[in-house]
């Protein structure tokens, strides 16, 4: 297994409707192929950035199975509008 970890950067004055929107897009992450888990992590010292941690079966379920499905259109459609600026996003695996 591997996490996707995605930096996400919104206004903070739009952090309750964001999260709604996250929330709303859940689904759309738990019935693609090689999903495994999900969760949104708010930064305490950098009000607007978030971390996108979800857990994929391979680098393969999220880049190539999720990222080409109608789910990852619906989950951009409801979150980017509130993004300011280009997530970014990298891939890691735990070692200890």
Known sequence: MIHEVATL???PATAADFEAAVAEARPH???AKGFVSF???A???TPGRYHLVVGWESVEAHMLDFRESDGFQAWRALASP???GAPSV???RKVI
Request: avoid cysteine; charged fraction near 30%.
């Open 90 to 92: 990298e891939h890691i």
């Open 29 to 31: 992450f738990e019935a």
């Open 39 to 41: 969760g949104l992590e």
């Open 9 to 11: 950067t919104i206004d």
């Open 43 to 45: 930064s305490i010292e």
């Open 82 to 84: 509130f993004f300011t």
